[in-house]
């Protein structure tokens, strides 16, 4: 295994379809199954489900409980994926054949007991789906069905024939973390830097041989890519997977998934693509209490950014399949608060904007707008949602931007924030405060995801920002020039998290030096040649530093000569910015009469304050930017 290899968690990876999931509206149900709830009581409905077994058509009941009393009834509720369109199943419900989800059928008749009856909550029969007020209802306290259950039984599905590999391959993966981390008690300072926090890799492989193949059929189910259930299993008592006949525990599970991503050198190439163990490790973060980063502080910042790893069925989902997971600033006045009321009959424009304004104002400073990633090359000149708004319906994807280190206080030396929460202009503007720092002169084209896969055409993009910064040189910083590039190009940052010194950039920084045009290299249309790959010194360098802060960015310079690493869609003339509450600088476009926010960049020389401790010593003062 090629020491190189280590960096597979950086590479770019193609785009996985994404599953269709079924609607419970569509299958027709006797009205008199449901009657009213009353939202003042959190009364939910429940399945007392007979016992039976085999084939035997799915008997239930349905009958209303409150959550508000002292003593609540036992009951357990499902997790599951609605899954892709199908023809409904029947149950016998109150006594009469009804229809209801295929999946839901399925779920229940798993979870069925054979010699007693067993109390079951499961969203798609216990909601009114046909009802909007009653889903926003339900959905506004669906913390408190999970937290009220004695326990969450997961359905991944019926067994292909791959369930017992797939959980002794769990087995196996588990042991060997156990074994490497003294019984996970050094777990935490195994898989991240002490620090920083940064994630570290693993230089050695498994103790013994791995199913690799059974782990992706498991992590492929569909069930770990649905968003809803990182509620569910954050909140519940405790959650058991049942695959076909197999039950385990979901904590091993998502442990077993993070140990696999330390471990991903030696992994499977299919393994590590595969979308649902990456939102596996995502859980990972939020349910192991003991190590997870997000398992014990959970703003609506962070969790909208995680919302993006997960596939939705509806897009407002992006916000409410994660409201009872956030831990609500209590001294947020009503106007804030209000922000976040589930409304289905809301648009995704406003949802998405409201969130991201009720985030901003919890935390009072800029951390969801780091999440800003336009998702095109070029901005349209009409923008249906705000620039601004944090756009949680849409997957981040492995070829995505990875989101730049957060340990960056660009905005050293200006007060906090103090108009987050205006909107005397209107809803869909931003008050941002701060400085104009210098305009954008010129950008490479986007940095794609080849960094780890096309050394020439990497390559040959490290070439065009060799020559741009030297056609900039007479104004660049008076440091090294090349050191100054290899220092943008890793973000400032050593492999360890830390800030990146001088002896950490050695070897990127003499590639940069071979970057140089030959001199008999000019053709007859003009064209330079420029010397192709070296693979062997390619390696090398791709060895000792990341460089995967580059993907799905452009590299560009200013008019000061400043450099630095930008969103996708920034162009000439756009401006960089230092925002009150902002770790990092922006890129503002200007506009008739306001600002577009392009997104977060990493400007060199600039990420520690020094930016706003020059504009004082010119005499400079602060602009508000009214952001649309």
């Known amino acids: 295994m090629s020491s190189r290899q280590e960096h597979q968690e950086c590479r770019p990876r193609k785009r996985i379809r994404r599953s269709t999931n079924e609607s419970p509206g569509n299958t027709a149900r006797p009205p008199s199954h449901y009657e009213p709830l009353d939202p003042t009581l959190k009364e939910i409905r429940v399945l007392d489900v007979a016992p039976g077994i085999g084939d035997a058509i799915v008997e239930c009941t349905m009958r209303r409980i409150s959550l508000r009393h002292k003593f609540v009834p036992i009951y357990e509720t499902i997790s599951y994926c609605w899954g ?75 067994d292909g024939g791959m369930a017992r590999r797939g959980v002794k391959a769990v087995q196996d993966v588990f042991t060997d973390m156990r074994t490497e981390t003294a019984n996970l008690t050094l777990l935490h300072q195994t898989i991240y830097a002490e620090g920083t926090g940064a994630r570290l890799v693993s230089k050695e492989g498994f103790s013994k041989g791995v199913d690799f193949e059974a782990l992706e059929v498991l992590f492929s189910l569909a069930w770990f890519r649905r968003l809803w259930v990182l509620q569910e299993i954050v909140l519940a008592t405790s959650n058991t997977c049942h695959w076909g006949s197999f039950e385990f525990d979901l904590l091993d599970t ?85 922000l976040l009321e589930v409304n289905y009959m809301k648009s995704l424009r406003d949802v998405l904007r409201d969130a991201t304004r009720y985030a901003l104002c919890e935390d009072n400073n800029l951390q969801v707008l780091r999440d800003i990633n336009h998702q095109v090359e070029i901005l349209a000149d009409s923008q249906t949602f705000p620039t601004w708004s944090a756009r949680a319906d849409l997957q981040h994807l492995p070829q995505d931007a990875h989101w730049l280190p957060n ?81 943008t190009l890793v973000a400032g940052k050593a492999k360890t998290g830390e800030e990146a010194q001088p002896n950490d950039l050695k070897v990127l920084v003499e590639y940069i030096k071979s970057l140089a045009i030959r001199e008999d290299g000019i053709v007859s249309d003009g064209v330079n040649i420029r ?30 000569g400043y450099m630095g690493l930008g969103p996708r869609c920034m162009q000439p003339e756009d401006i960089v910015v230092v925002l009150r509450g902002g770790l990092s600088p922006f890129i503002l476009r200007k506009k008739a009469d306001c600002y577009w926010l392009i997104g977060e960049a990493y400007v060199h020389g600039i990420m520690y304050g020094e930016a706003v401790e020059l504009d004082r010593s010119r005499g400079g003062s602060e602009v508000v930017f009214h952001v649309r």
């Open 84 to 158: 892709a369109p199908r023809p409904p199943s029947t149950i016998k419900l109150n006594g009469h054949l009804t229809s209801v989800p295929a999946s839901s059928e399925a779920a229940i008749r798993r979870m069925r007991l054979s010699g007693r009856p067993r109390t079951l909550w499961i969203d798609a029969i216990c909601i009114d789906q046909s009802s909007v007020i009653e889903r926003s209802d339900q959905v506004a306290f669906m913390s408190t069905v999970y937290c009220g259950g004695i326990r969450n039984l997961i359905y991944l599905g019926e």
């Open 254 to 338: 998502v442990r077993a998934a993070k140990w696999l991503n330390y471990k991903s050198p030696f992994i499977t190439q299919d393994l590590y693509d595969c979308i649902g163990a990456r939102c596996a490790t995502e859980m990972f973060e939020l349910l192991d209490r003991d190590n997870g980063h997000s398992s014990n502080h959970r703003a609506l910042s962070t969790m909208l950014s995680r919302a993006k790893r997960f596939e939705k069925t509806e897009a407002g989902d992006s916000v409410y399949a994660i409201l009872g997971l956030i831990d609500q600033d209590k001294t947020l006045g009503g106007d804030e608060t209000a």
């Open 407 to 487: 340990q960056y206080r660009a905005y050293e030396g200006l007060e906090a924030p103090s108009l987050l929460s205006d909107v005397s202009f209107e809803k869909n503007v931003l008050l941002l405060q701060g400085i104009v720092v210098d305009q954008v002169v010129q950008t490479t084209v986007v940095c794609h995801n080849n960094i780890y896969y096309e050394d020439e055409e990497y390559h040959q993009w490290l070439g065009s920002v060799k020559d741009m910064t030297i056609d900039h040189r007479n104004i660049t910083m008076q440091e090294n020039i090349d050191l100054a590039i290899a220092s």
């Open 531 to 560: 010397p192709p790959v070296n693979m062997e010194k390619m390696t090398a360098t791709l060895d000792t530093v990341h460089v995967h802060w580059c993907q799905d960015r452009r590299f560009f310079v200013t008019a000061a």
